[in-house]
Nanobody, 131 residues
Framework: QVQLAESGGGLVQAGDSLRLSCAAS????????MGWFRQAPGKEREFVAA????????????YYADSVKGRFTISRDNAKNTVFLEMNSLKLEDTAVYYC????????????????????WGQGTQVTVSS
């Protein structure tokens, strides 16, 4: 099973940018569905972004939560076996622990925007946005 390790979190001010990294080991993730989720204190873990590899029938696509669309970008570097989440124009409500998730196959009745789709998770990285 693939192991995931997030990094890049920190304390920033509203309006700043941050890039999170998710380094994978144990498996090559070029054909994995990769996702980012976040969890704020007292709240459920929520979907942020996902990337379906281009080998699938859909030809590859990305998904974003409405709350981050236009501000966050998910990308991957297959040579580094790493997925990124570029976060711009950060808001106070973006404060949360951010988790990277992975699944080897696309086939599922559960969409990649749902946390139950994924079977591998990282430990998370804290992002705190201050005013």
């Amino acid at each position: 099973q693939v192991q995931l390790a997030e990094s890049g979190g920190g304390l920033v001010q509203a309006g700043d940018s941050l890039r999170l990294s998710c380094a994978a080991s144990g498996r090559t993730i070029s054909n994995y569905v990769m996702g980012w989720f976040r969890q704020a204190p007292g709240k459920e873990r929520e979907f942020v972004a996902a990337m379906v590899p281009p080998i699938t029938w859909s030809g590859g696509r990305t998904y974003y939560a409405d709350s981050v669309k236009g501000r966050f970008t998910i990308s991957r570097d297959n040579a580094k076996n790493t997925v990124f989440l570029e976060m711009n124009s950060l808001k106070l409500e973006d404060t949360a622990v951010y988790y990277c998730a992975a699944r080897a196959t696309v086939s599922s009745v559960i969409p990649p925007t749902h946390k139950d789709f994924y079977n591998s998770w990282g430990q998370g990285t804290q992002v705190t946005v201050s005013s």
